[in-house]
């Protein structure tokens, strides 16, 4: 049974810091591609980041750059995303999803897997 578990989230300032980890079990961990994506009150589900499987590039939405890192461990099958300089419109709910392969595509959608997410919430 493929499983993806996110976690880490909770209750913030702004300014301050969180840090999701992704536990994952029932795939070949090392050949997907991990992917963050959130989803805000009423709006649609947004990229955040995406770390490779072939090399471990990563890549990150505009409106996190420079403030969030993503790395993997594909011992323990896990990704964490550090997440610092918080602000009140990163507040959502972070789902990680995986994708056989060492693309990143941005949409959900075009991931193999995804699970119930973790609810970040940054108040101002």
């Known amino acids: 049974e493929v499983q993806l578990q996110a976690s880490g989230g909770g209750l913030v300032q702004a300014g301050g810091s969180l840090r999701l980890s992704c536990a994952a079990s029932?795939?070949?961990?090392?050949?997907?591609?991990i992917g963050w994506f959130r989803q805000g009150p009423g709006k649609g589900p947004e990229g955040v980041s995406c770390?490779?499987?072939?090399?471990?590039?990563?890549y990150y939405a505009d409106s996190v750059k420079g403030r969030f890192a993503f790395s993997r461990d594909n011992v323990k099958n896990t990704v964490l995303l550090q997440m610092n300089s918080l602000k009140p419109e990163d507040t959502a709910v972070y789902h990680c999803?995986?994708?056989?392969?060492?693309?990143?595509?941005?949409?959900?959608?075009?991931?193999?897997?995804w699970g119930p997410g973790t609810l970040v919430t940054v108040s101002s």
């Open positions: 999803a995986a994708r056989s392969g060492s693309s990143c595509p941005k949409g959900i959608y075009e991931y193999d897997y």
């Open positions: 029932g795939f070949a961990f090392d050949a997907y591609s």
């Open positions: 770390i490779s499987s072939r090399n471990g590039s990563t």
